[in-house]
Structure formats: structure tokens, C-alpha cells
């Protein structure tokens, strides 16, 4: 019943701009924080951009900060992360999920912060 749903990964070239999206449906999606994260096979994974429920903040990871821009539409149950000047290292696969609340902790497992996860979509960068 739960489900978030990225899509718009794709092969892009260095220097390129990408859009993704995730589409929430199963539960009430304004109650939470929206965020995007992505892991590399064999890395840990990384937490690049959260959102408040309304929209009004917005957080940065430092591998991707000034690159990318996260933004949600409430209406539509929609999560969004444009990326600009991608690079070869930008190269994972990109979650969508969602969380009560902004603060992350030290002491869990970024992957337990979570309440919802998407599947994922891939994001190649090519030089």
C-alpha cells in the first residue's frame, strides 16, 4: 500500500542536469520530512538533500551542495531533486524516502532513520 516511486535516472553526460522524481501514494505525505539519498555498490550509503513537510527548508549534503536542488509538491504527492553540473563521482543510485522530523543522529544507521524507502533509480554519469 506504502510506495514511493523514483524515476528520471538516466545516463547524463559530465556537466549534464538530471531531474529526479518520486511519486508517494499509501500514506499522508505532508507529515513528512521528504529526503534523497544514494549509494555506490561497495560505499556507504549518503544522504544528499532533505525537505520540510511544507516546503519552507531545505538541506544539503556537502558532496552535491550548490549542485542540486530538492523541492516536493504536496498536492501531487510528488519529491523532486534537480541536479546540475553532475560528474562522474555523482554516479549511484538515488533514493527517495521520508522521515518524522529533520534532525538526523550519529549514533543510527542512516538507514534506519527512514520510515519509507523507494526502490531507486539509477544515475550514470559519463565523461
Known amino acids: 500500500e506504502v510506495n514511493l516511486v523514483e524515476s528520471g535516472g538516466t545516463l547524463v553526460q559530465s556537466g549534464g542536469s538530471l531531474r529526479l522524481s518520486c511519486e508517494a501514494s499509501g500514506f499522508t505525505f505532508d507529515d513528512y520530512v521528504g529526503s534523497w539519498l544514494r549509494q555506490t555498490p561497495g560505499k556507504e550509503l549518503e544522504w544528499v538533500a532533505a525537505i520540510s513537510w511544507n516546503g519552507e527548508n531545505t538541506f544539503y549534503g556537502t558532496s552535491m551542495k550548490g549542485r542540486v536542488a530538492i523541492s516536493r509538491d504536496n498536492a501531487r504527492n510528488m519529491l523532486y531533486l534537480q541536479m546540475n553540473d553532475l560528474k562522474t563521482e555523482d554516479t549511484a543510485m538515488y533514493y527517495c524516502?521520508?522521515?518524522?522530523?529533520?534532525?538526523?543522529?550519529?549514533?543510527?544507521?542512516?538507514?534506519?532513520?527512514?520510515?519509507?524507502w523507494g526502490q531507486g533509480t539509477p544515475v550514470t554519469v559519463s565523461s
Open positions: 524516502a521520508t522521515r518524522l522530523g529533520v534532525a538526523l543522529v550519529s549514533d543510527v544507521a542512516l538507514r534506519e532513520q527512514y520510515k519509507y
